[in-house]
């Protein structure tokens, strides 16, 4: 009773810039960001596909991060360059040349001097699960009682189900994959 998923990750880039103190010399760039999980129940009746959203939460996968770096120069290789030395993430640091470029060359910016520019990054990662049909627990189907999802694995079982298995029993995994509760 596996639950079949799949995924896939959106970015929100934003990028501001405005011109740095006078005491810097060199460009700097400061990146904040976030990782969020979307998931998404996925029902394949009669061959049709229903997707209804049950919601979204941190990534327990991956930390939030703030990253800061000085720039010499704003080509578009060095700024790759310097971004994918960093962030080990090839797409994300194309993303982020792009937005950082389309900024500092905005006519209202005085061309020639240091910049401050501020990426804020929002990652959300969208988890398909397709719905089971009963609770591996109580054997029963979902529609008698309400479904939950177990955090971190997603793994669907009712929620007074859940509940039992975690403080009444003590448990501190899931009940099918021992993925821990957190």
Same mark, same amino acid.
């Given at each position: 009773?596996d639950?079949k +998923?799949s995924s896939?990750?959106?970015?929100?880039?934003?990028?501001?810039?405005?011109?740095?103190?006078?005491?810097?010399y060199?460009?700097?760039?400061i990146i904040f960001q976030?990782?969020?999980?979307?998931?998404?129940?996925?029902?394949?009746? @009669?061959? +049709? +596909?229903?997707?209804?959203?049950?919601?979204?939460c941190?990534?327990?996968?991956?930390?939030?991060?703030?990253?800061?770096l000085?720039?010499? @120069?704003?080509t578009?290789?060095?700024?790759?360059?310097?971004?994918? @030395? !960093?962030l080990?993430?090839?797409?994300?640091?194309?993303?982020?040349?792009e937005?950082?470029i389309?900024?500092?060359q905005?006519?209202?910016?005085p061309q020639?001097q240091?910049l401050?520019?501020t990426?804020?990054? !929002?990652?959300?990662r969208?988890?398909?699960?397709?719905?089971?049909e009963?609770?591996?627990?109580?054997f029963?189907?979902?529609? +008698?009682?309400p479904?939950?999802?177990?955090?971190?694995c997603?793994?669907?079982?009712?929620?007074?189900?859940?509940?039992e298995?975690?403080?009444?029993?003590g448990?501190?995994s899931c009940?099918?994959c021992?993925?821990?509760?957190?």
């Open positions: 009773m639950t +998923s896939s990750r959106f970015l929100d880039i934003q990028v501001t810039a405005r011109v740095q103190s006078s005491s810097s060199s460009s700097e760039v976030s990782h969020h999980v979307e998931i998404l129940l996925q029902d394949k009746p @009669n061959g +049709s +596909s229903l997707i209804e959203t049950l919601g979204s941190p990534d327990p996968r991956h930390k939030d991060s703030t990253l800061s000085a720039f010499d @120069n704003l578009p290789s060095y700024i790759f360059q310097r971004l994918f @030395n !960093k080990k993430d090839y797409d994300l640091s194309k993303h982020i040349k937005c950082t389309g900024e500092f905005r006519r209202d910016l020639g240091p401050l520019i990426v804020v990054v !929002k990652s959300t969208k988890v398909y699960l397709e719905r089971e009963m609770c591996s627990i109580c029963e189907d979902f529609e +008698s009682k479904m939950r999802l177990f955090p971190g997603f793994h669907q079982f009712h929620r007074e189900c859940l509940f298995w975690i403080e009444r029993r448990h501190d009940p099918l021992r993925h821990p509760f957190e």
